[in-house]
């Protein structure tokens, strides 16, 4: 009879309840259990009927589970087993799992009974495992991720990141909108943003905006957007990359990219610069030694002609003509190692006083013998006393050149005038002439090596003479200047510094 009715019972159980019951009696002896609590713990129809309970428990739970029984039994209420702990039961294998269960005591024919409602929650563990694991990635992920509703986009989780780099806490973000720390985007704007999300255009939209800190400051931002449910609400998760670093290593490359640009532009034009010197300079050479050595050529080949003593005066005409075109031709072979010398930086000046009426006397004295007919140099008054400490023979090739220059773009029966004057504590010397002139076009390139003016081209000249100059006036702090007008002349001006206060009063009077 007894059995009749426990069979009774379970059946009635287990056609209706799909979790595993278990009945125990006062002995704590399994009297009953369904095709579920059977399957669950790998045991045959019928094969628990009789055992001990804690055949389902494992070894190193059975003390502590024997007291928490006969508590329960005593109490003789309904409630969850083990509530806070973690339950685990152990199959006829000895394989273990997660459990659930719920305790129900009642009484049957005077006998006290306990129905166990038994729950597999292995599924759940794990599912419980990836969300803890998931969030722990949330929650340390060194980039920014962002939970907002997808419709009013106020913040529904932020991670700990996030809440790092904007200076605001959980507490302060949960009343804020995605709009509080972007401040170039509007709601219309993000509505845009996510409409392909919404509409299943699109997984995954990216993007780069600002973000603003809670002190103020802004960084750049890339943001990786997807449309996700949280139960039946539709939210947009956002993982947000901070690209400072980038953006500055961006600039960097593109600033590196424009100066090695720039460098190879300017050495493309300093290469393509030569290659034009180089050309003029052949052309130069050519012109410039062929013309005199002809001419030198040609009197010594004369000079045979004249072997008697009354054509000594032919003979001297020659000779003076070849001392002078090989003067000349030393003269540009100056200029040459000038140049050289000046673009390898192996020019040594020397710093000493002199008289300025003393140098001047020199350069006048070379240059009358290169004067045209009729021409006049007028000599500067009032120089007497005048002291100068410069470097005398750079400042004697500068004052030459501009002076032979005068001579040589001036006609016949004109005047060159020296002019000496103080301008601003400096020396000032103007060499002035009645000449051709510089064309407007041409004056800005009059310093440029082997520049000529398009006026004096089929004049015999090297256009270096006054590039070396500028060169030597810019290394001493001293300067050159001139100012000219086509068909009235031209006047160059050298500035050199003054350095004592007698020159100062000669000068003024």
């Not at 030694?289 to 072997?307: A, D, E, G, N, V």
């Not at 070849?322 to 000046?349: A, C, H, P, Q, W």
Request: proline content about 3%; some cysteine; glycine content about 6%.
């Amino acid at each position: 009879m007894k059995k009749f009715e426990e069979s009774n019972i379970l059946g009635m159980f287990s056609e209706v309840i799909s979790e595993g019951i278990v009945i125990v009696n006062a002995q704590q002896q399994i009297t009953a259990s369904n095709k579920a609590a059977n399957k669950m713990f790998d045991y045959r129809e019928g094969e628990l009927i009789g055992k001990p309970l804690d055949i389902l428990i494992p070894q190193r739970a059975k003390h502590k589970h024997g007291k928490l029984a006969d508590k329960f039994m005593g109490e003789g209420k309904a409630r969850q087993m083990g509530k806070g702990l973690d339950l685990v039961g152990i199959r006829k294998g000895g394989e273990e799992f997660p459990l659930e269960i719920s305790l129900n005591p009642f009484k049957l024919q005077e006998k006290q009974y306990v129905l166990a409602l038994i729950m597999d929650i292995t599924e759940k563990k794990k599912a419980e495992q990836t969300i803890d694991y998931w969030f722990q990635i949330f929650d340390e992920s060194l980039n920014e991720i962002y939970v907002f509703d997808a419709e009013s986009f106020i913040f529904i989780n932020v991670n700990r990141g996030a809440q790092m780099n904007l200076g605001y806490n959980m507490q302060d973000l949960g009343t804020m909108s995605v709009m509080d720390i972007k401040p170039e985007v509007t709601k219309d704007v993000l509505e845009r943003l996510i409409s392909p999300l919404i509409s299943g255009r699109k997984e995954k939209v990216i993007f780069e905006t600002i973000h603003k800190r809670k002190d103020g400051s802004l960084y750049p931002v890339e943001v990786h957007l997807q449309l996700s449910f949280i139960g039946r609400r539709r939210v947009c998760v956002a993982i947000v990359l901070d690209i400072t670093e980038r953006k500055n290593y961006t600039q960097q490359l593109e600033n590196t990219v424009e100066e090695r640009t720039q460098q190879l532009r300017e050495a493309l034009q300093a290469e393509k610069k030569l290659n034009e010197l180089k050309t003029k300079f052949l052309s130069l050479v050519s012109h410039e030694f062929k013309t005199p050595l002809s001419s030198i050529l040609t009197s010594t080949s004369l000079l045979k002609k004249y072997t008697t003593s009354e054509q000594q005066d032919k003979r001297d005409k020659h000779i003076t003509t070849i001392k002078s075109k090989v003067k000349y031709l030393d003269n540009i072979l100056t200029d040459f190692l000038s140049i050289e010398r000046l673009d390898l930086g192996k020019v040594n000046y020397s710093m000493t006083s002199f008289p300025l009426s003393k140098l001047i006397n020199e350069v006048v004295y070379d240059a009358n013998m290169l004067l045209k007919e009729g021409q006049r140099i007028q000599y500067p008054r009032d120089i007497d006393g005048i002291v100068v400490e410069f470097d005398e023979k750079i400042m004697g090739v500068a004052l030459s050149n501009l002076v032979h220059n005068a001579i040589k773009y001036s006609p016949e029966h004109s005047d060159i005038e020296l002019k000496v004057s103080q301008e601003n504590d400096q020396l000032k010397i103007d060499v002035v002439d009645n000449g051709f002139g510089i064309p407007p076009e041409d004056q800005p390139f009059i310093f440029d090596r082997y520049f000529r003016a398009t006026n004096v081209l089929t004049v015999q000249g090297t256009g270096i003479g006054l590039n070396i100059v500028r060169q030597h006036m810019n290394n001493l702090n001293a300067n050159v200047t001139f100012k000219s007008e086509m068909g009235t002349g031209s006047t160059f001006t050298l500035f050199i510094p003054i350095n004592n206060k007698e020159n100062e009063k000669n000068l003024t009077g």
